[in-house]
């Protein structure tokens, strides 16, 4: 059975760091994309950031650009978002998905809650 | 990269059909065929029911279909029930390995 668990969430004030980690089981993690999408309370998905499977190559939203950094640890089945600088409009729960062929993310997390505040 | 148009809320009575709608650019929906929907419950994690503009993931029901044309793509639920109720999105491969969400549809089932 696949599962994605998130740690790392928390409460932290505006400009500090978190990271964030995925733990994979149940699939061949190092033969996947993986992505983390976020969700203020109430508000839409948004997509955050993309690794390739070797983690060779990574992207980001304009948003988080410089900001965050998403890496992967293969041997240990872990994917990773370090997110420093953070700023209240950071606060959201963080899921991290499971690349489809490009076309989507099949698997999700439970999400970990990211609380930005003064 | 700005987020794809979906309206705020739809509804429809038990039986019916609804379509929802997800209007893009020419940059991600209109050059892609990696356009994804997920149905998302109240307090849980997405679930992918639509990926590559049309296809449906093993066990998702047949009442779900999709399909794009041009910049926009839609979402059909035939035979609503009731727990069809919840909020859908729609995603689009952006270009550059960048996606893109919509804002988010909240289905009632009248």
């Known amino acids: 059975e696949v599962q994605l668990v998130e740690s790392g969430g928390g409460f932290v004030h505006p400009g500090g760091s978190l990271r964030l980690s995925c733990a994979a089981s149940?699939?061949?993690?190092?033969?996947?994309?993986m992505h983390w999408v976020r969700q203020a309370p109430g508000k839409g998905l948004v997509w955050v950031s993309h690794?390739?499977?070797?983690?060779?190559?990574?992207s980001y939203a304009d948003s988080v650009k410089g900001r965050f950094t998403i890496s992967r640890d293969n041997a240990k089945n872990i994917l990773y978002l370090q997110m420093n600088s953070l700023r209240a409009e950071d606060a959201a729960v963080y899921y991290c998905?499971?690349?489809?062929?490009?076309?989507?993310?099949?698997?999700w997390g439970q999400g970990a809650l990211v609380t930005v505040s003064s | 990269q700005s987020a794809l148009t979906q309206p705020a809320s739809v509804s429809g009575s038990p039986g019916q059909s609804i379509t929802i709608s997800c209007s893009g650019a020419?940059?991600?929906?209109?050059?892609?065929?990696?356009v994804s929907w997920y149905q998302q419950d109240p307090g849980k994690a997405p679930k992918l029911i639509i990926y590559?503009?049309?296809k449906r993931p093993s066990g998702v029901s047949n009442r779900f279909s999709a399909s794009k044309s041009g910049n926009t793509a839609s979402l059909t639920i035939s035979g609503l029930q009731a727990g069809d109720e919840a909020d859908y999105y729609c995603?689009?491969?952006?270009?550059?390995?960048?996606?893109?969400f919509g804002g988010g549809t909240r289905l009632t089932v009248l």
């Open positions: 149940g699939f061949t993690f190092s033969s996947h994309w």
């Open positions: 995603c689009s491969y952006a270009g550059s390995s960048t996606w893109v």
């Open positions: 998905a499971r690349d489809f062929q490009a076309s989507g993310f099949d698997y």
């Open positions: 690794v390739s499977s070797e983690g060779s190559s990574t």
């Open positions: 020419r940059s991600d929906v209109g050059s892609y065929k990696l």
């Open positions: 590559e503009v049309s």
